[in-house]
C-alpha cells in the first residue's frame, strides 16, 4: 500500500465524514421529525389497540361459537391433541391435530449445540394458523382439533368435517426432500363465506433459537427475508426491532437464521404482509429473536381451486437452496439460494462465479477445512500475484529515483516553489516511464476480492462444526482463552486467529510505512510518520471488530496476510535496486528523441502553474 492508497483511504474517509455532517439535518427539520415520529408512534398505538380489539372480539366470538352447537365445525372445537410424523432421509416434521398445522421440525445431519438433530421449529416457539373470514364467524384452524387421515410415513390429510361441509388441508412431505407441499381445500362452503372473499390469512410465529456458539455473531446473520414477485430478496434490520408492512407481492417469507432457514411458499404470491422482527433483551437465553408475519395468499370459496403453499426446512446451503427451486409448484424460479447473501452486486458476482466453484472444487478432494481454506488463500494470492507484482515494482522503481527527487527538494526548498517542484517531479518518472499512481490500481483490483471473501467464509455451512488446531468450529470464534464475565469491546473470550490476523496485519503495515519512508524525504516523510500513527491504529480496531468473528474468517485473513508478507520479502529480495536503475537509466534514453508527452497530472500541474504565473503578472500590471 504506497502513499496515494493511504491518501485515497483518508480522503475518502474525509469526504464521508464531511457528508455526514454537512446533510445532517438542521434543528428545525430535526423538530420536525420529532413531531412525525411521535405522531407515528401515536398511530402505531392506536392501530395496535384496534388490532387488540379486533382480536377479543374474535375470542369471544369464538367462545360464544364453542357454545352454539349450530355454529361450523362444533364438534371439533374439543378434542384429543395428537402429534403427526412426517419423516423423509433429511428431515422430520410434527404436526399437531390441534390446529392441524406444523409444530416441530428436526433436521437430520446436522448436530444441535443442545444435543441430537438441529430443531427448526419447536412446539412451544413456533405458531402456524390459518384464518378464513366467513358472513357471520371466522374460521380460525388454531381453535380445532383436525381429524387426521391418510397418513402414511410422508403424507397427511388433516379434517374439519360436518355433514355436506369440509375443510382439509394437505400436506406432502417430498421425497429426500426439504420441501413440503400444502393443500387448503373446502366443500360445501360456498354459501359460508362473502361473494367477494378472495383470499385467507396466514398468521405465522416463532421464537427464533440460537444455533451456534456466538450470540452477537449469529444475530448478525439471522433476519426476516422475503422474496419480492420480479425482484429481489429484502430482510428485516438484523440487530434491532423492525416491522414493516410490505405492499408488493411476495414470492415467500423466510425466518432465516445463520445456516438454517424456514420458509414458507406462496405460487400464488402472498400480499398485504406485515412483517415483524424482534429481538431477545436478554442475550443468554438461548434465544436470538421473534419473527411474526401476518400475510394473505389466494383462496377460492367455491372449493374448486386448492389454495397452495410450500414450506422449506432445510439448511441455507447454497447450491441445495438451489436444487430445490426446481420443486417449485409454480412456473417461476424462487431464487432461495438469495438466502445465503453472497454481497452486493460486484462481491455476489465474485462469489457466485469464482469463490464457490474454487471452493466446491476443493472441498471435493475430502480435505480437512482448515487446509481447503489454505489452498483457496494461496490459490487467490497466486491469482492476484501478479497485481502485488506491479504495485511492488512501481514503488521499487519511485525507490530508486529517489536520490533525483532529493536534488530537486533543494534545489525547491521554498514553499512558494512547491508546484514548480511538483511539476518537474512529474516530468523525471514522465522521463523514466514511472507513474505515482501504478501501486494504486493493483490494490484496488485485489480489494473486491477481499471483501468478497468477507462476505462468503462467514456464510458457508460447509465450515459449521469443523474442527482446526485449535478451533472446535471454524464458522464460531475459537475460544480457548476464556474468563467469566464480558469486558467491554472484548467479550468473555480471546481469539487466537484474531490476534494472529491482525499481527500479520500490523507487520504488513510496517512493510508498506517502511517502503513509503525509503522514498519520501523532508516534508512529505514527516507527514508520512504522522499517517503511519493511523495505519497502525486500524490493526487494533480490527481486533475488537472479528474477537467474534468466525474463526475461519480470521484464519483466512492470518494466511492472507501471512503469504503477503511472504511476497513481500520474496520481491524485495529479488529485486536489485541497480539492475532496475539501469533498466530506467536505458528507457530513458530510448525515448529521448521521442515527442514531449506530458502525462495527465503533470499536464494538470502545468496548466496551474502558467495560471498563477499570469495572475501574478495581472497583479504587477495593477501594482504598476
Not at 464531511?18 to 445532517?24: D, G
Not at 487466537?496 to 504488513?508: G, M, S, V
Request: glycine share 4%; hydrophobic share 40%.
Amino acid at each position: 500500500m504506497d502513499k496515494n492508497t493511504i491518501t485515497g483511504l483518508i480522503l475518502i474517509t474525509l469526504v464521508v465524514v464531511a457528508f455526514s455532517w454537512f446533510s445532517r439535518p438542521s434543528e428545525a427539520e430535526l423538530r420536525q421529525m420529532a413531531e412525525r415520529d411521535s405522531i407515528a408512534a401515536v398511530e402505531r398505538q392506536q392501530a395496535e389497540e384496534a388490532t387488540k380489539a379486533q382480536l377479543a372480539a374474535q375470542a369471544e366470538a369464538a367462545a360464544a361459537a364453542s357454545t352454539d352447537s349450530s355454529a361450523l365445525f362444533f364438534a371439533q372445537r374439543e378434542g384429543t391433541e395428537q402429534e403427526i410424523v412426517l419423516e423423509n432421509s433429511v428431515v422430520k416434521i410434527t404436526l399437531s391435530t390441534l390446529g392441524g398445522a406444523v409444530e416441530q421440525a428436526e433436521l437430520k445431519g446436522f448436530d444441535s449445540r443442545y444435543g441430537g438433530n438441529v430443531t427448526l421449529l419447536s412446539r412451544k416457539d413456533a405458531q402456524m394458523s390459518f384464518a378464513f373470514e366467513g358472513k357471520q364467524e371466522n374460521i380460525i384452524t388454531s381453535n380445532y382439533f383436525f381429524r387426521p387421515e391418510a397418513v402414511t410415513d410422508t403424507s397427511v390429510t388433516m379434517m374439519l368435517s360436518q355433514p355436506g361441509r369440509m375443510l382439509a388441508i394437505s400436506y406432502q412431505l417430498r421425497h429426500d426432500s426439504y420441501m413440503m407441499d400444502i393443500h387448503i381445500t373446502t366443500q360445501g362452503l360456498d354459501g359460508f363465506f362473502s361473494p367477494s372473499t378472495k383470499t385467507m390469512s396466514v398468521n405465522w410465529t416463532d421464537r427464533i433459537l440460537q444455533q451456534e456458539k456466538g450470540y452477537d455473531f449469529e444475530n448478525r446473520y439471522s433476519t426476516l427475508t422475503y422474496k419480492r414477485t420480479d425482484k429481489g430478496t429484502k430482510h428485516l434490520k438484523e440487530t434491532r426491532n423492525d416491522d414493516k408492512t410490505v405492499d408488493e407481492q411476495l414470492d415467500w417469507i423466510a425466518f432465516k437464521n445463520q445456516f438454517f432457514s424456514a420458509v414458507m411458499i406462496a405460487p400464488d404470491n402472498f400480499t398485504d404482509a406485515h412483517l415483524t422482527s424482534i429481538q431477545e433483551t436478554e442475550k443468554k437465553s438461548g434465544y436470538l429473536k421473534t419473527y411474526e408475519a401476518e400475510v394473505k395468499t389466494a383462496f377460492d370459496p367455491n372449493g374448486n381451486q386448492p389454495t397452495r403453499l410450500q414450506l422449506y426446512l432445510g439448511p441455507n446451503d447454497f447450491h441445495k437452496l438451489k436444487a430445490h427451486n426446481k420443486q417449485s409448484i409454480a412456473p417461476k424460479d424462487l431464487e432461495l439460494e438469495r438466502l445465503v447473501d453472497l454481497g452486493w452486486p460486484l462481491f455476489r458476482w465474485i462469489n457466485r462465479w469464482f469463490i464457490i466453484y474454487l471452493f466446491d472444487w476443493l472441498t471435493a478432494f475430502g480435505l480437512p477445512m482448515g487446509i481447503v481454506l489454505l489452498l483457496l488463500t494461496v490459490i487467490v494470492k497466486f491469482l492476484v500475484y501478479p497485481t502485488t507484482k506491479k504495485s511492488f515494482m512501481s514503488s521499487a522503481k519511485m525507490r530508486v529515483l529517489k536520490p533525483q527527487i532529493d536534488e530537486l527538494n533543494k534545489k525547491y526548498p521554498k514553499q512558494e516553489d512547491a508546484m514548480k517542484k511538483q511539476q518537474e517531479m512529474m516530468q523525471i518518472y514522465n522521463q523514466y516511464g514511472v507513474s505515482p499512481m501504478g501501486g494504486c490500481l493493483p490494490m484496488l483490483i485485489q480489494t473486491p476480492i477481499w471483501i468478497a471473501l468477507f462476505n462468503f467464509v462467514p456464510k458457508a455451512i460447509e465450515l459449521r462444526g469443523q474442527s482446526f488446531l485449535w478451533a472446535d468450529d471454524l464458522s464460531a470464534y475459537d475460544d480457548i482463552i476464556r474468563w467469566g464475565k464480558n469486558l467491554w469491546l472484548i467479550g468473555d473470550h480471546l481469539s487466537i486467529f484474531c490476534l494472529l490476523f491482525c499481527a500479520t496485519n500490523i507487520i504488513n503495515t510496517w512493510i508498506s510505512m517502511r517502503q513509503q519512508q525509503n522514498q519520501l524525504t523532508g516534508e512529505q516523510a514527516q507527514q508520512m510518520k504522522m499517517m503511519q500513527y493511523m495505519m497502525y491504529f486500524m490493526p487494533i480496531m480490527f481486533f475488537f471488530m472479528f474477537n467474534n468473528y468466525s474463526s475461519g474468517l480470521c484464519y483466512y485473513y492470518f494466511l492472507s496476510g501471512l503469504l503477503n508478507i511472504l511476497m513481500m520479502w520474496y520481491l524485495r529480495k529479488t529485486t536489485d535496486d541497480s539492475k532496475l536503475l539501469a533498466k530506467l537509466e536505458a528507457y530513458k534514453a530510448q525515448h529521448k528523441n521521442d515527442p514531449k508527452k506530458t502525462s495527465g497530472m503533470a499536464a494538470r500541474l502545468e496548466a496551474l502553474q502558467k495560471q498563477a504565473q499570469m495572475m501574478e503578472e495581472q497583479r504587477r500590471q495593477q501594482n504598476k
